[in-house]
């Protein structure tokens, strides 16, 4: 970085390296498109040797939380009832979006055991999975052990949008900039 190239973007335009990506961080609007573009993520917690384990779930986004629906027992809920501490990534990839895009974040997770009593958040995640008969995912949601998962973030990781990086940061020809 220098005092002429405070966010490392002139340093990719030269093909000299891309080793400074402040310049190519998920800011504003893109961010909450690549949320509502995108259905799943990778869900990062702890297993019971202190180890990093990851699996990939659905979710919806609210505006404040991530949401997500699991079934009791399952790797990634023991976890959270041992330590609630998770990372969620999220990646454009699948969605169609030009580009890379990618959000790690972490926060708390709260588990919430009568999926009744967040009816709200269940009918979101339906519709937004099965958008041409959410009422049948619904009935296929409402087993015995149905849980949901609220993560709040916390704490940003990392974010990157390389649509923000001239030639998209692999050095081709430069696209539309996107702020």
């Known amino acids: 970085m220098t005092a002429g190239d405070p966010d490392g973007t002139a340093r990719v335009a030269a093909g000299r390296d891309i080793e400074d990506l402040r310049g190519a961080r998920l800011i504003g609007e893109a961010r909450e498109?690549?949320?509502?573009e995108q259905t799943e993520c990778t869900f990062c917690f702890t297993d019971e040797h202190g180890a990093p384990g990851a699996v990939i779930l659905s979710f919806v986004w609210d505006g404040r939380a991530f949401w997500f629906t699991s079934?009791?027992?399952?790797?990634q809920v023991r976890a959270l009832e041992r330590d609630p501490r998770v990372c969620i990534v999220v990646s454009s990839a699948g969605t169609g979006s030009t580009g890379r895009?990618?959000?790690a974040q972490q926060g708390r997770a709260v588990v919430h055991r009568d999926p009744a009593a967040c009816g709200e958040q269940l009918a979101a995640l339906a519709h937004r999975l099965a958008p041409a008969a959410p009422e049948k995912f619904l009935t296929l949601l409402g087993s015995p052990g149905r849980l949901l998962i609220e993560v709040e973030p916390a704490a940003t990781v990392a974010t990157h949008d390389s649509r923000r990086l001239p030639g998209d940061g692999r050095g081709g020809p430069p696209r539309p900039s996107v702020h």
């Not at 498109?33 to 509502?36: A, F, N, V």
Request: net charge positive; charged share 15%; glycine share 8%.
């Open 101 to 103: 895009q990618m959000l």
């Open 33 to 36: 498109q690549l949320l509502r």
């Open 71 to 75: 079934v009791a027992g399952r790797a």
